[in-house]
Nanobody, 115 residues
Framework: QVQLVESGGGLVQPGGSLRLSCAAS????????LGWYRQAPGKQRELVAS???????NYADSVKARFTISRDNGKNTVYLQMNSLKPEDTAKYFC?????????WGQGTQVTVSS
């Protein structure tokens, strides 16, 4: 059974930083590319960053140069370092395979950027 547990969200002022973590079950972590997604109220879920098994990364234009995705293969964990946060980054953030297919989603972690 695929398990994804996201953590690290919170309330932060514009310009601040947060580091998200996602603990994934081995069945997904070692087989697939992994991605961080976000969904803001009233909007569709979007992929913001992904990382392959080999460490190649890709980013949405909206977060490029501000967000960094990484993975710790020993801990089955993927991270998202978010710097220079903007109010428009406010969303619930999820991790999953890239692409997610029909896999279930975790509960996500809320990121709110506000002064």
């Amino acid at each position: 059974q695929v398990q994804l547990v996201e953590s690290g969200g919170g309330l932060v002022q514009p310009g601040g930083s947060l580091r998200l973590s996602c603990a994934a079950s081995a069945s997904i972590f070692h087989i697939y590319s992994l991605g961080w997604y976000r969904q803001a109220p009233g909007k569709q879920r979007e992929l913001v960053a992904s990382i392959t098994n080999g460490g190649t990364t890709n980013y949405a234009d909206s977060v490029k140069a501000r967000f960094t995705i990484s993975r710790d293969n020993g801990k089955n964990t993927v991270y998202l370092q978010m710097n220079s946060l903007k109010p428009e980054d406010t969303a619930k953030y999820f991790c999953n395979a890239d692409p997610p297919g029909n896999r279930s989603w975790g509960q996500g972690t809320q990121v709110t950027v506000s002064s």
